[in-house]
């Protein structure tokens, strides 16, 4: 088993920058690929970055190009999501996810471990 172990939500005005962190543990023996998907209430999900095990590949989703910025640490296991010019529109809950035994980017429905999701909250 994977665990994922989001951190970094919270309350931020529009224009502020959180930075998100995601540390993943357990039996993990081969190469991953991370992610972050956000929903909002009454929303469906959206992959709003994605990156490959090397960290050389990256995917932005439209909405947040320019604004968020993924990487990882692969020595410690951990992905990060820069997020800054936050906007009221970002505010969701934010899941980091992985893909075993993968080194390329993946897409939303690909990933088979799920973190318990953080809280980011964006004032107008």
């Known amino acids: 088993q994977v665990q994922l172990e989001e951190s970094g939500g919270g309350l931020v005005q529009a224009g502020g920058s959180l930075r998100l962190s995601c540390a993943a543990s357990g039996r993990i023996f081969s190469t991953y690929a991370m992610g972050w998907v956000r929903q909002a209430p009454g929303k469906e999900r959206e992959l709003v970055a994605a990156i490959n095990w090397s960290g050389d590949n990256t995917y932005d989703a439209d909405s947040v190009k320019g604004r968020f910025t993924i990487s990882r640490d692969i020595a410690k296991n951990t992905v990060y999501l820069q997020m800054n010019s936050l906007k009221p529109e970002d505010t969701a809950v934010y899941y980091c996810?992985?893909?075993?035994?993968?080194?390329?980017?993946?897409?939303?429905?690909?990933?088979?471990?799920w973190g318990q999701g953080t809280q980011v909250t964006v004032s107008s």
């Open positions: 996810a992985a893909r075993l035994s993968t080194s390329r980017l993946v897409t939303l429905g690909e990933y088979d471990y």
